[in-house]
């Protein structure tokens, strides 16, 4: 109560008389309107937390101060009747405000019809808020119905898909999964509506242009008959993936190619000598004692005793 500041309209004497009934609740931060113009500039001015209109004095009445001062603000109004009942036929039709007190009422009920009117305010706020977030998000939220018909989708939807809102929403969800997706996605859902969660499913939807997308939900059910989802276009993301996967095998394949390679011992095909990582030519002796803890003792093989030393041999004892 203390701290809230009151815009009282209505004829002075009523006006003060209600300034003091207010300090008796509690409400003692309270300014006085004649008139509606004098209202909307006093609203404009001093920004109060919630506007008691009274009678409709001067040249601007009620319901056009209040029109003209949530066209600026967003301040609650709590209107003080004398009568019920629908308006007179000399007066034009409006519709019934919400806040409404009539009287006789006591200082209790006038605290409460305050207090009521400024918490309505804060959820109307907060629902406004909640719509505004709900229709500038870049993610894809939704409300989908146990039938399978989406109940609500934001924005984002005909953003990333293609397709209008009431499109999406004129089919069953699953019509829009890939086929090779709906099986597991029915499945995700089943265990949604009996009270578990989704975090982290991913599947793709049908674009209007034919194509899919990849997306990342989160889903839940607080309320019986209704899944609450908020989904993520991964799109890019797979894709990136699939490209690093790619150039992975890529590197993969190709390091098991060098490898095969290394593997590989090039020799001269007339003089066997061995080429080494440097490019340079060594011997079979030299290249493999630098290679290996290998020692070579020297001798003859039998076919090199019959083709090379025995014929050296006869031509020495020839001469």
């Not at 009523?14 to 931060?29: D, F, K, N, P, S």
């Not at 859902?189 to 034919?210: I, P």
Request: proline content about 5%; hydrophobic content about 40%; charged content about 25%.
């Amino acid at each position: 109560m203390a701290g809230v500041r009151i815009l009282v309209v209505g004829d002075p004497v009523a006006a003060r008389e209600m300034g003091v009934r207010l300090a008796t609740v509690g409400y003692v931060e309270a300014t006085i309107a004649a008139s509606g113009a004098e209202a909307v500039a006093t609203a404009a001015r001093s920004a109060p937390d919630l506007i008691l209109m009274d009678a409709a004095p001067g040249e601007m009445d009620g319901m056009a101060a209040v029109d003209a001062i949530r066209r600026q603000h967003s301040i609650p109004t709590l209107f003080v009747t004398t009568e019920s009942g629908p308006p007179s036929p000399a007066e034009p039709t409006r519709a019934v405000p919400r806040n409404v007190l009539e009287r006789p009422f006591s200082d209790r009920e006038l605290g409460l019809a305050i207090e009521l009117a400024l918490r309505r305010h804060d959820a109307e706020e907060a629902v406004h808020e909640l719509d505004r977030f709900f229709s500038a998000s870049i993610d894809l939220f939704c409300f989908l119905d146990f039938n399978g018909y989406f109940r609500r989708l934001n924005p984002a939807w005909e953003t990333t898909l293609g397709f209008t809102l009431e499109e999406l929403m004129s089919r069953p969800f699953i019509e829009f999964v890939h086929p090779d997706d709906r099986e597991r996605t029915l499945t995700q859902n089943a265990r949604v509506r009996t009270g578990d969660q989704a975090m982290g499913f991913e599947n793709r939807y049908l674009c209007k242009d034919g194509s899919y997308r990849w997306l990342h939900w989160n889903a839940a059910s607080r309320i019986a008959g209704v899944i609450y989802s908020v989904a993520r276009d991964v799109t890019e993301q797979k894709r990136a993936e699939e490209e690093r996967a790619l150039l992975t095998r890529t590197l993969e394949a190709s390091l098991a190619e060098v490898r095969a390679l290394q593997d590989i011992l090039p020799i001269c095909m007339y003089c066997k000598q061995i080429r080494d990582d440097k490019d340079y030519w060594h011997s079979v002796e030299s290249y493999i004692s630098r290679h290996t803890n290998t020692r070579f003792s020297h001798g003859i093989c039998p076919s090199c005793l019959a083709t090379e030393v025995e014929p050296m041999l006869k031509e020495l004892e020839d001469r």
